[in-house]
């Protein structure tokens, strides 16, 4: 039993797992971002055969991020950073801890002649300026007298043992934020008419709608066209109410998200909103001309008072034939009259003479002795909002805290063990000095070097 634990904890402890699982986790992740997701993929189902498209949707392709895949990579990937630091973090605590003596006459063999030099300073004004030292460089130099050699050591850069800990932790804590998001995240949607105000938002790729605890109201949306017609920028100007009372306002612009107690709205799309305001103009045969502005549902009289007319619908671009209004009049000596009223009549009977034979409908003097004309429309648009609330974030923020932190333990520090050794010979000080670390050799060495140059001069501007 203990040696099938033993395979098993070897097995998880592997840094080429951690290397194989990075770098699937790698590759599916390239997947995503080639491979069309969620809702984008529909457009792929007309270009593969059903049968491909059948296979890809059972294998979660189309939504890597919330697949078994996923989760069971992170997953794998978590149990292999915990054993490994798990495996290894006892040797570092050990290395961490040990205290390095001041003696240790192995620390200066077969010493290069440039880490040596000969002093005329006494023994003990040299030990108090090499100690003096290593305390403003160190901090914690510790001095131990053998005979007629004074000892000096210093340790520095031991936190550094824990960087690569750091570092596991930060990615422990990544994973966990993008699997809380994922699990408990909500992505939806909603489209917002000019001066309309929603309290729920469609969630994505579900046929169900989640109530927020506040209200959205749009008071205005602005739209900046190139000559080509194609959008240069768009704007929304966004209320946030709670308890029916103003909580926040904003201006939201496309990757300029606003948030609101946890959600993020960003700008994803806009579009013509339909029934709008239009304005009609009534002439009686031989009478007045009477303007007036309009929407869908509304009723007025007519100015004659030969019935009632009402508006049942306002069209931006009916049949690809321009701005339309349907009408209908209502009337005690007549029969319900329907009829559209464009406002590009006149171009539409320049290109079909016959147009009011053939449909009857589109004469907009179909009701007698009113003839009605469609002025203009009163342009509306509705903004789409991509909303998203992801409780991982905080998580994610911190692992990239962590991670920057484990980087530069790594990269800019390391824990070593500088010496300095004074032997009194001959009325003369011999001052020799080592460095002891498990990596940067060389830098090491370079500190050392400085180190005393740094002492030479210190002895040599005291005299």
């Known amino acids: 039993m203990s040696k099938k634990k033993s395979v098993i904890w070897s097995f998880f402890s592997s840094v080429k797992l951690a290397i194989v699982l990075i770098a699937l986790i790698a590759f ?26 059948s296979f890809l949707h059972k294998m979660q392709i189309f939504d890597l991020y919330h697949s078994l895949w996923f989760f069971l990579l992170s997953g794998l990937l978590a149990v292999n950073l915990v054993i490994c630091s798990l495996d290894r973090l006892p040797l570092a605590w050990r290395r961490f801890q040990r205290k390095q003596p001041p003696y240790s006459e192995e620390a200066f063999r077969n010493l290069p002649e440039e880490n040596q030099f000969e002093a005329s300073a006494g023994l003990e004004e040299a030990a108090k300026a090499a100690e003096a030292l290593l305390q403003k460089r160190y901090r ?11 000892y000096l050591a210093a340790q520095k850069g031991r936190f550094s043992l824990f960087g690569v800990y750091i570092v596991h932790l930060s990615l422990l804590v990544l994973i966990a934020g993008a699997i809380v998001g994922s699990v408990f995240g ?15 938002i469609q969630l994505r790729g579900e046929n169900r709608s989640w109530p927020l605890s ?34 926040f306002e904003g201006k939201l612009r496309v990757n300029h998200p606003l948030e609101f107690e946890g959600f993020r709205f960003y700008q994803a799309s806009y579009g013509p909103a339909p029934g709008g305001k239009a304005t009609l103009a009534l002439v009686r045969d031989g009478g007045r001309r009477d303007v007036m502005n ?26 690809k034939m321009g701005p339309a209004v349907k009408v209908a009049v209502t009337s005690p000596r007549r029969e319900e009259t329907v009829f559209w009223v464009f406002q ?5 009977k320049k290109i079909s003479p016959d147009i009011f034979e053939q449909v009857p409908v589109f004469n907009p003097g179909l009701f007698r002795p009113y003839t009605f004309s469609l002025l203009g429309l009163e342009e509306k648009y509705y903004t789409g909002l991509q909303v998203n ?75």
């Open 389 to 463: 609330r992801d409780p991982g974030t905080p998580l994610v923020a911190a692992a990239a805290l962590l991670l920057i932190g484990g980087l530069m333990l790594i990269l800019f520090s390391y824990a070593r063990t500088v010496r300095i050794r004074l032997v009194s010979r001959s009325g003369q000080t011999l001052i020799a000095a080592a460095g002891q670390s498990y990596k940067n050799a060389s830098g090491l060495q370079k500190e050392v070097q400085y180190l005393l140059a740094e002492l030479k001069n210190n002895l040599e501007t005291s005299k």
């Open 140 to 150: 914690n130099a510790k001095r131990e007298e053998s005979g007629d050699a004074v």
């Open 214 to 247: 506040f209200s959205v109201r749009c008071d205005k949306f602005t739209v900046e066209l190139y000559e080509s017609g194609m959008p240069k920028t768009f704007q929304s100007d966004l209320v946030f109410l709670k308890d029916g009372r103003k909580a």
């Open 186 to 200: 909500i992505e939806g949607y909603v489209n917002i008419t000019e001066g309309e105000t929603v309290n729920a």
């Open 28 to 53: 599916f992740a390239l997947i995503g971002t080639l491979v069309p997701q969620r809702e984008a993929a529909a457009q792929l189902a007309e270009k593969m055969s059903p049968a491909l498209f």
């Open 294 to 319: 309009v929407a869908q549902g509304y009723a007025f009289d007519l100015p004659g008072k030969e019935g009632t007319f009402q508006v049942l619908r306002v069209e931006e671009n009916l049949m």
């Open 344 to 348: 590009q009549i006149d171009e539409i």
